[in-house]
């Protein structure tokens, strides 16, 4: 391993680093970087490192399953230089010991900016939350972080672009306490358009053109995109702007392709060009297979075929097509769970036919139930940058970085799916 001292940070390398002056001695501090290579748009910027073979392939699917992973210990990994040398591979104790601590941040230096991370802290405390958009979602989503955010948001920041619907949501919003309790839930005021980055946490709730109930449209999600693309694409560029350096959440459909979207429009500059210099990869998430989850889980209570989804079941994918439901790791079905799939991703149509927009499940287990496990650090459902896509994994925000969960070995017809679902986001954008 080779260490070297950027602007104070303590940063590792496999193999050695021009430009980066001499080495030094492994740092002593909690913290510990790691630099790998990558995509310089398409690779992730920053990651939690939980599998040493995440330094060779972090970036792909293969972070997810530690099989499919490099393995140090199996043979000397060697790599070959610009200059044509070829040096060995190796971890040492220091770097081992960093990732069993948790405290292994991976950070692509292909990217442009990539020195920013390093000066980047994980901050304790309540976080400010505001919201786009106070309709029939973004009012219930409000609602539920009201109830239950008051451990982790200090206040609730909410602007839509009628005065009359804020000033309702505010006036409703006020007036929800406990007796002789009035501080335990946080406050909500109505914020500007200027304000909107003024914050932790952005939630993006806006949406255009929601076919009505009984309408011909099979595909929902992706009828919105167009439109929904261009509100996106401005306030990706408002927050570039402002130098945002909280948390983008994606919550709107089709949420995926929206969360690429908002990272690849606030990267531009203004002829069209990408310059890194807006959000990072990691400082967006999408907030669409909570629900997708959920609705799996309320199948599966239903049917006892189907209930090994309940306690070793997993959910893969985007918020819609391309979604898939495994019923078990450890015991994978793939007849099972091609069926748990289909009652999932058409469960929303199940919701038109009886005549009402599906709307407040996804404002809540999608939206307030795991924005709140993302601000608590827990492990929640949620679209991350993986494979050059906004991917739906388990995964939580660690001091050290996104991390995502790490199984021992995901079957390969499952493992199929998901890479299916990776190409079909490429498809969309």
């Known amino acids: ?32 970087f790691a630099a790998v290579s990558g ?38 990994a060697s790599a070959m230089l610009s200059d044509g040398t070829v040096v060995p591979l190796e971890l040492d104790r220091n770097i081992r010991q960093a990732i069993d601590d948790g405290r292994l941040t991976a950070v692509n230096i292909s990217r442009p900016g990539w020195e920013e991370v390093l000066k980047l802290s994980h ?42 619907i804020t000033a309702r949501w505010e006036f409703e919003m006020g ?94 500059d203004e002829n069209g060009v990408f310059d890194g210099k807006g959000l990072r990869p990691e400082q967006i998430q999408g907030f669409g297979l909570g629900v997708m989850n959920a609705r799996a889980a309320y199948f599966a209570k239903r049917d006892p075929r189907l209930a090994s989804f309940l306690t070793e079941g997993r959910s893969f994918g985007p918020h819609g097509t391309g979604l898939f439901i495994a019923n078990s790791i450890d015991r994978y079905d793939e007849e099972l769970s091609q069926e748990l799939t289909r009652l999932t991703v058409t469960a929303n149509l199940k919701m038109r036919e009886i005549g009402f927009k599906p709307y407040v499940a996804p404002a809540l287990s999608s939206g307030a139930l795991s924005l709140l496990l993302t601000l608590r650090g827990e492990w929640h459902c949620g679209s991350v940058f993986l494979d050059g896509v906004y991917m739906g994994v388990k995964n939580r925000c660690t001091p050290a970085g996104v991390e995502t969960e790490l199984l021992p070995r995901i079957p390969d017809q499952l493992f199929g799916h998901i890479r299916e679902a990776a190409e079909h986001l490429k498809s969309i954008i």
């Open 1 to 32: 391993m080779y260490y070297y001292n950027v602007n104070g940070a303590a940063l590792a390398s496999l193999i050695p680093l021009e430009g980066l002056g001499p080495e030094v001695e492994p740092a002593g501090g909690w913290r510990l």
């Open 39 to 76: 995509d310089p748009v398409l690779g992730r910027g920053s990651f939690k490192v939980n599998h040493p073979g995440q330094l060779l392939s972090g970036h792909g699917l293969e972070a997810l399953d530690a099989s499919r992973l490099p393995d140090f210990d199996n043979g000397p």
């Open 123 to 164: 901050s304790l405390g309540k976080k400010r939350v505001n919201i786009l958009a106070i309709g029939d979602v973004g009012s219930t989503l409000l609602t539920g972080l009201k109830l239950l955010g008051g451990d982790v948001i200090s206040s609730i920041g909410i602007c839509d672009l009628s005065d009359q």
């Open 175 to 268: 007036q929800i306490n406990l007796p002789w309790n009035y501080n335990i839930f946080p406050e909500v005021e109505v914020i500007s358009p200027e304000n909107l980055f003024d914050c932790d946490m952005f939630v993006f709730v806006a949406s255009k053109g929601i076919p009505p109930v009984g309408s011909q449209v099979k595909d929902v999600r992706m009828y919105q995109f167009e439109n929904n693309a261009k509100i996106v694409a401005h306030y990706a560029k408002m927050a570039r702007e402002k130098r945002f350096q909280g948390l983008w959440c994606a919550v709107s459909d089709p949420v995926d392709p929206l969360a690429k979207t908002a990272y690849l429009e606030s990267n531009r």
